[in-house]
């Protein structure tokens, strides 16, 4: 049994995290100084402002969750998303959670209320589809999302012209 | 600005027109007319835009059916109007144009 344990792939959640933030913490530093030995003296400033936004961005993509998103495949199904309440033939969580995330990232990119409904109704059309055609339908739900992300805003900033700037009060 | 009628957006409204008065969520859309839910769903929302066709969420409770509520979709009155008058004359679809849509894949 114990040679059997020897043999298995290190799969510790916790290392495998603290792997993920030392990579990703290489990739900050390395950043900083690289825009620090380009950037010129005056411009120093840049640097630290540099280091919060790739530090998050790194986060995000690198964890693949966001601030305010429930932890999923916990057994319990009440959160949104493909593992809370997708069928049973899911696949490998691991894979479906990633696109999961992915939907989840561009629909940021989609103005506030757009974007919720975009992604609510790929979670229920994903839902109900098996895990072999998922691949497909989440590839073509990014596919049109670029097209989808410029219509919303244009409508947006449409409406916005059209109703004209709020005033406060 | 007016609704282009592509072969997919004649897809749709085909699908629809079917059965003007039937409500139908977005899995059973692109399992009539063979499209991805990814290209479905723009068409629908410049549909809805144009207001040739309303939709509305599922009154459920996810919780007790298993699955999230359904986005479903219906011609208006005038949407189905316009639409019969807009589908005869619309541009046919070539060969090539269908194959590539059954390549596209046809299961969503």
């Known amino acids: 049994m114990r040679d059997l344990d020897g043999m298995m792939p290190d799969t510790d959640p916790r290392k495998e995290r603290v792997k993920r933030r030392a990579r990703v913490g290489i990739c900050v530093i390395m950043g900083a100084m690289t825009v620090l030995l380009l950037i010129g003296p005056g411009w120093t400033w840049v640097a630290p402002a540099f280091c919060a936004a790739v530090s998050v961005l790194s986060t995000i993509a690198a964890t693949g969750k966001l601030p305010g998103r429930q932890e999923k495949g916990s057994g319990h199904r009440s959160g949104r998303g493909l593992s809370a309440c997708g069928r049973e033939d899911d696949g490998p969580a691991g894979s479906a959670a990633h696109q999961w995330h992915v939907l989840v990232m561009v629909s940021r990119l989609m103005p506030g209320p757009a974007g919720r409904r975009w992604l609510a109704e790929a979670d229920s059309l994903l839902s109900e589809i098996t895990a072999t055609r998922r691949g497909a339908a989440i590839r073509s739900y990014l596919r049109s999302a670029p097209r989808l992300v410029v219509m919303m805003w244009a409508r947006d900033v449409l409406r916005r012209a059209w109703l004209g700037p709020r005033r406060p009060g | ?108």
């Open chain 2, 1 to 108: 600005m007016a609704l282009r009628l592509t072969l997919q957006v004649q897809l749709v409204l085909q699908a629809l027109l079917r059965d003007p008065a039937r409500e139908m969520y977005g899995l059973e859309l692109s399992e009539e007319t063979g499209l991805q839910p990814g290209t479905a769903y723009p068409i629908l929302l410049r549909l809805e835009q144009e207001g040739w066709v309303t939709s509305r969420w599922e009154d459920i409770d996810p919780r007790a059916e298993k699955r999230p509520a359904r986005r479903y979709y219906c011609l208006t009155a005038s949407g189905a109007v316009q639409a019969s008058a807009a589908l005869p004359g619309a541009r046919r679809p070539k060969g090539a144009a269908l194959r590539r849509l059954a390549g596209e894949g046809g299961t969503a």
